[in-house]
């Protein structure tokens, strides 16, 4: 490490303290470290397309158009309205549909309010699941094996299941921060054979960057959900819609369940950019264009990480999602590897340390526009070939 770069090293490191199991955000970094130059944020998991064609609408719509004025001025809509839209869109009865303030602010939800004795985590994982538990909730862990690729075996966890009886258990698919995946039959397999199990959470957060066909077909299992009762699927809009900034997400569960939530508040937890979002996100014309920037994004995606593979002392694990994870094997650390990239490179990675149920050395990688795919590439083949 270069010695000027020290005194910004230094510093660096005390935000990403106070950042807690999250990294610190981009506009954090900027205003406590100016003079750190950010070229490339590959830390944050957002389809850049997906935000240019969020943007063309909003100034097309509201700037343009001094709607804006009305979106800030007023109230949006309250949850219930937001969720008979966003029901509508789905085919999925309203009722059973709540919105929230970003997906984070639902496992905070249903962890606080129907997660009893025993929680079962699939580790690595999104902290927020375990971190969230309360104190009179046990919380248990299920280890994605490395020698696996972090992939789940679903034989194996429906009999680790079946030994510990928890109350709730959670699946993300595909999973953060490896991007392991479970195909729509496995999945289907799992629900089916743990049905007696009183609450599934189905995070579906990047299943949007999954596929199992050549057509990039979506394959949620959000058309299950009648079938059964003890499902719940969280759905952050952050990533694959590249607008974390607004806040927006939604869960499908049991509707005595949103009305419980509902009966004690999240009245106004959509803000008005939020709704704005939400009413799109109905809409035949910005949907199709989104299709596009989807299809478009996982394809370049798939390219990175092709390339990423060829580069000598790094292993680049198996991914169905907007990012990879990255073991480092030459002898360094993530903390270095990371701040290696951040200070020479420009580059923010998401220094996986922290994580518990990482053995070893990781950084994860998310997919960025094309040029900046090609500066990672390129740039990690020289912090490698040293
Ligand atoms: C990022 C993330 C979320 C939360 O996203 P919000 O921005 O709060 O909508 C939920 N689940 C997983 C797996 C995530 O990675």
Redesign the pocket.
């Known amino acids: 490490m270069k010695t000027e770069n020290q005194a910004l090293f230094e510093k660096f490191h005390l935000l990403k303290s106070n950042a807690g199991t999250h990294s610190p955000s981009i506009t954090t970094i900027k205003s406590e470290l100016p003079e750190l130059e950010i070229k490339v944020d590959a830390c944050f998991?957002s389809n850049p397309y997906a935000t240019e064609l969020f943007l063309k609408y909003f100034r097309k719509e509201l700037i343009d158009t001094g709607e804006i004025n009305r979106v800030l001025e007023f109230y949006p809509s309250q949850n219930k309205e937001i969720s008979q839209l966003v029901g509508g869109h789905l085919q999925i009865d309203p009722s059973r549909i709540f919105i929230a303030n970003?997906?984070?602010?639902i496992?905070q939800a249903i962890i606080h309010n129907f997660v009893k004795e025993k929680l079962l985590i699939n580790i690595p994982t999104?902290s927020?699941y375990y971190e969230f538990a309360l104190p009179h909730t046990e919380v248990i862990y299920y280890n994605l094996k490395k020698e696996e690729n972090f992939r789940l075996d679903p034989d194996d966890y429906i009999s680790f299941v079946k030994e510990n009886k928890p109350h709730t258990i959670v699946l993300?698919n595909p999973?953060?921060p490896d991007g392991g995946y479970l195909s729509h039959n496995e999945m289907i397999r799992l629900i089916q054979e743990l049905a007696w199990v009183p609450n599934i959470i189905i995070?579906e957060?990047?299943i949007h960057f999954a596929f199992e066909n050549s057509s990039l077909e979506l394959p949620s299992i959000v058309s299950m959900m009648d079938q059964f009762p003890n499902l719940y699927i969280?759905k952050?809009?952050?990533?694959d819609f590249g607008i974390?900034g607004i806040?927006?997400?939604y869960a499908i569960m049991p509707p005595d369940k949103v009305k419980q939530l509902l009966k004690t508040g999240y009245l106004w937890n959509s803000g008005g950019l939020a709704e704005y979002f939400f009413r799109l996100y109905t809409r035949k014309d910005f949907l199709k264009e989104y299709e596009e920037v989807r299809k478009k994004y996982i394809t370049e995606s798939l390219f990175f990480v092709t390339e990423l593979g060829t580069i000598p002392k790094i292993k680049v694990y198996p991914t169905k999602a907007n990012f990879v994870l990255i073991e480092i094997l030459n002898g360094k650390s993530a903390d270095e590897i990371s701040t290696e990239l951040l200070l020479n490179y420009g580059i923010y990675v998401r220094n996986c340390s922290d994580k518990i149920g990482l053995n070893g050395q990781f950084i994860r990688v998310a997919t960025r526009y094309k040029l900046e795919n090609e500066y990672i590439v390129k740039s990690l083949r020289e912090v490698f070939h040293k």
């Not at 970003?102 to 602010?105: H, V």
């Not at 952050?236 to 990533?239: A, E, F, G, L, T």
Request: glycine share 8%; net charge neutral.
């Open positions: 998991l970003g997906a984070t602010e496992i999104f927020p993300i999973n953060n995070d957060s990047f969280i952050s809009m952050s990533k974390a806040r927006c997400g």
